[in-house]
């Protein structure tokens, strides 16, 4: 059974503190995906990579960074917690081929920063 | 630019037929997902269209029309667990990296 898992459901943190958090995935993916979900906004693309080391600028990547020292695991960098990143961020992974290779998605962990 | 609309909300009957709608206007195109969110939960994949037409998937079906910007998710026989967000997503940019662009999402409640 193909999994991505993400390393907290929830987390607070207060504004200023700097921010973890880990998604991994055991399907041999090229692809990961940082996304934040806020109402009446929808899924939203932080950063995306392609393979290991390599990283993209998605639509909203002020005040985040991103990580991928390793294929399975791709991780999202709050570098200041502000109270408007407080959101749900999804991570997903998908195959790095053409065609129907649907994005498989992590439990989200839900963010507070106070 | 890059848009995606559906409706944000529908109520529908148990046993019914509902229909949610997406329009798109995005900049290449490599295949429109939709996918299902129930409260609390992440996305599940449910189908995916690249050709015009409907493909049929059990209680739901998926239908595109890519000379319109335009497609719609089909559920059948509504059950109550189908109370649930779904999302409209494109594909665009080059087809290897699977970059989606999102619809903000449509609720669907199910009432008895």
């Known amino acids: 059974d193909v999994k991505v898992t993400q390393s907290s459901r929830y987390l607070v943190k207060r504004t200023g503190e700097k921010v973890f958090l880990e998604c991994v995935q055991d399907m041999d993916h090229e692809n990961m995906f940082w996304y934040r979900q806020d109402p009446g906004l929808g899924l939203r693309l932080i950063y995306f990579s392609y393979d290991v080391k390599m990283k993209e600028k998605g639509d909203i990547p002020e005040g985040y960074s991103v990580s991928r020292e390793k294929k399975e695991r791709f991780s999202l960098i709050l570098e200041s917690a502000s109270t408007n990143q407080t959101s749900m961020y999804l991570c997903?992974?998908?195959?790095?081929?053409?065609?129907?290779?649907?994005?498989?998605f992590g439990p989200g962990t839900r963010l507070t920063v106070l | 630019g890059q848009n995606i609309d559906q409706p944000t909300e529908m109520t529908a009957t148990e046993g019914a037929i509902v229909q949610i709608n997406c329009t798109y206007q995005t900049s290449g195109f490599n295949g429109l997902f939709w996918y299902q969110q129930h409260a609390g939960e992440a996305p599940t994949f449910l189908s995916y269209?690249?050709?015009?037409g409907l493909e049929e998937k059990g209680r739901f079906s998926s239908f595109l029309s890519r000379s319109k910007g335009y497609s719609y998710l089909l559920l059948k026989e509504l059950q109550m667990k189908d109370s649930a967000s779904y999302l409209c997503a494109v594909k665009y940019g080059s087809s290897n990296t699977g970059k989606l662009i999102f619809g903000q999402g449509t609720t669907l409640q199910v009432k008895p």
């Open positions: 269209n690249v050709l015009d």
């Open positions: 997903a992974s998908t195959l790095g081929t053409s065609g129907h290779n649907e994005q498989f």
